[in-house]
């Protein structure tokens, strides 16, 4: 199996592009829920190319972004240089680096599951303020609403070459009752979707590190299902993935 840190690196560019935001009405929730306002200081774990931290700055929110793989912090780095909330770390979830008792939230994204959850556990209970909030943000492909969602899906399970080993939604609803224990788990779902033309959908699937990439085995015939897949469900030139973004969180102090 690939890395964990390195697998993305070859995959920046369409990740940028192609994979999907966090819907606004996220931060709506979190203020209801959570008390999230513009002061609110934010530790974005496992940051990637900044996804997740842009919907943060957007609300003024000053965010210290954590990602290890070079790539993709350059990326997020790049893109946020004129913005002075932002601030990128080069550390783990596990070893961030950060000051302790001082943020109101942690947040992290899918990076979620590669981290070792006891020691990122105790990581987020250092940098806490006391009764400050962890949130984890969950966007799942339905993978079996429409005739194009199942034929993907097995495509990935045809052609992916550590698809179910590495796949995010091996992680329970159990498993993150686990790392909030002994405080409760919050959850909130919100609807999420994007639409592709056949180029945007090939970027999209290349963005995922379990899928070969081109010159590696397995590539082309992969591009002649997806494309079979496009030309027999698209609509109008264009198929939508539909999402699940679901909000975990709680306390841990």
Same mark, same amino acid.
């Given at each position: 199996?690939?890395?964990? +840190?390195?697998?993305?690196? *070859?995959?920046?560019?369409?990740?940028?592009?192609?994979?999907?935001?966090?819907?606004?009405?996220?931060?709506? %929730?979190?203020?209801t829920n959570c008390g999230l306002s513009s002061d609110s200081l934010i530790a974005d774990i496992g940051s990637g190319?900044?996804?997740?931290?842009?919907? $943060?700055?957007? /609300? #003024?929110? +000053?965010?210290?972004?954590?990602?290890?793989? @070079?790539?993709?912090?350059? @990326?997020?780095?790049?893109?946020?240089? *004129?913005?002075?909330?932002? &601030?990128?770390? /080069?550390?783990?979830?596990?070893?961030?680096?950060?000051?302790? *008792?001082?943020?109101?939230?942690?947040?992290?994204?899918?990076?979620? &599951?590669?981290?070792?959850?006891?020691?990122?556990?105790?990581?987020?209970?250092?940098?806490?303020?006391?009764?400050?909030?962890?949130?984890?943000?969950?966007?799942?492909? !339905?993978?079996?609403?429409?005739?194009?969602?199942?034929?993907?899906?097995?495509?990935?399970?045809?052609?992916?070459?550590?698809?179910?080993?590495?796949?995010?939604? #091996?992680?329970?609803?159990?498993?993150? @009752?686990?790392?909030?224990?002994?405080?409760?788990?919050?959850? &909130? +779902?919100?609807?999420?979707?994007?639409?592709?033309?056949?180029?945007?959908? !090939?970027?999209?699937?290349?963005?995922?590190?379990?899928?070969?990439?081109?010159? #590696?085995?397995?590539?082309?015939?992969?591009? !002649?299902?997806?494309? *079979?897949?496009?030309?027999?469900?698209?609509?109008?030139?264009?198929?939508? $993935?539909?999402?699940?973004? %679901?909000?975990?969180?709680? &306390?841990? !102090?």
């Amino acid at each position: 199996m690939k890395n964990s +840190t390195s697998r993305f690196s *070859d995959r920046v560019d369409n990740y940028i592009k192609y994979r999907p935001d966090y819907p606004t009405q996220v931060l709506e %929730t979190l203020k209801t829920n959570c008390g999230l306002s513009s002061d609110s200081l934010i530790a974005d774990i496992g940051s990637g190319t900044g996804i997740s931290t842009r919907l $943060f700055l957007d /609300n #003024q929110n +000053t965010v210290y972004a954590i990602e290890p793989n @070079a790539e993709m912090r350059q @990326a997020a780095e790049n893109f946020f240089k *004129d913005n002075p909330h932002f &601030h990128s770390v /080069n550390a783990t979830a596990e070893e961030t680096h950060l000051p302790g *008792d001082l943020f109101d939230f942690v947040i992290a994204g899918q990076a979620f &599951h590669w981290f070792d959850q006891k020691q990122a556990k105790l990581e987020f209970q250092r940098i806490l303020k006391p009764q400050s909030w962890v949130v984890l943000l969950w966007n799942e492909r !339905k993978v079996d609403t429409t005739l194009f969602l199942v034929a993907y899906e097995k495509m990935l399970l045809d052609f992916a070459t550590d698809y179910k080993e590495v796949n995010h939604t #091996q992680i329970s609803h159990e498993d993150f @009752a686990r790392f909030f224990d002994p405080h409760p788990l919050h959850t &909130h +779902t919100l609807p999420n979707s994007q639409t592709f033309d056949f180029e945007s959908l !090939k970027g999209r699937l290349l963005s995922s590190s379990y899928c070969p990439n081109e010159g #590696q085995p397995g590539y082309e015939p992969m591009m !002649k299902r997806l494309q *079979d897949i496009f030309e027999e469900h698209q609509t109008e030139g264009s198929v939508l $993935f539909e999402y699940d973004t %679901t909000l975990y969180f709680g &306390h841990l !102090k």
